[in-house]
């Protein structure tokens, strides 16, 4: 192996997976061919292409794989062919149990402003203007990793329960993420970080407030907010255009992040990162869309952004980021669609020809 060529270690995965994923590594490519960078490639099997080969939907050679890379690109995993395989040995399982691996403990979802302006919102376009945010969600903490328990009562009927608990190193480091972010975002002056939480009626949300303010006074230079939950899932909808930076817990953020995917008006145009260990994880938002899996009609467009979030912040090259995110932009622009941004009667592109439109449109 070279030294000094980054290794990127592609897991395609199930349904549109591969599909996508061959899309965006030819951007990677072209992208770092224009800026004199190779790229290893290497490529392996998880969720239920590797139950299918190995019985494993995350095989121990895909994790020393993804362990020795520089960072992984993923497709999505799952589909109908593994839904009657129990929670605990499915696809969606290799995926989870990757990012544990990794230590993965922020997850990243930017919603660029001319995603939002060329997809087919819900909402206005005048209320779309000035959109340009981003949710970082802690991924490996929360109520979803917290103790639970179900049992019978003698009297008759079930309890169950779920715990919400934070660490204050876990909400340290993660708060710490946002606020790096928010610095490489915007100029001094419009740096923001909305903090969201539930400190009005939540013990581990006083918790969090206390720690996200802590961590603020290292970075003067960023104005922080604190929202509640239910607040800030309307502000979203009412007023998009006023967020930079949304910091959020594992629940409140799975729900959030999901409704601003849904300003954008398709999954198909959203990338996402997961960061925090070693080597960082990027992936599209969607799933492996089984209706459209072999067809060669999938949008390509979140894959081939989450490549452009790779050099960003995997190797630390914001000019071949940028070159890939003005490409998707103007392609957009000049009216490139897939079927599922294509206006009823418009053309729409195959997933091949919106990948080729993009490439078209690289330049330094
Ligand atoms: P999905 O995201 O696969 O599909 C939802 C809808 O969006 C479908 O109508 C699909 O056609 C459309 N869509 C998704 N990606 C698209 C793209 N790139 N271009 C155009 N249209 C696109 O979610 P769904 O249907 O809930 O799940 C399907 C399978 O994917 C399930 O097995 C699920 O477990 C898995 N899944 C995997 C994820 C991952 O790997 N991270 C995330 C979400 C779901
Ligand atoms: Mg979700």
Redesign the pocket.
Known sequence: SQAGEPAVLLLP?D??GPE?VEAARRVLEAAAHAHGLRIRFDEVLI?GAAIDQAGDPLPEATLEKARRARAVL?G?????AW?DLPVDRR??KG?LRLRQALGLFANIRPLPGFVAAYGRSPLKPELLRGVDLVVVRELTGGLYYGPRARRALEEGGEEAYDTLLYRTHEIERVARVAFDLARTRRPVGQRRVASIDKANVLTSSQLWRETVRRVAADYPDVTLEHLYVDNAAMQLVRDPGRFDVLLTGNLFGDILSDEAAALAG???VLPSASLGGPVPLF??V???????AGRGV???V?TILSAALLFRYALGHEAAAAMIERAVEQALADGAR???LAGEGEGALATEEMTAAILERLRV
């Not at 999505?76 to 109908?80: L, N, T």
């Not at 969607?286 to 459209?292: F, I, R, V």
């Open positions: 995965g349904g549109i996508v969720g993923l999505a995993v799952g589909g109908p839904d696809p969606e995926l398709s999954l198909g992936e599209p969607h799933g492996s869309a089984p209706d459209l999938a949008n390509p979140g897939t079927a599922d």
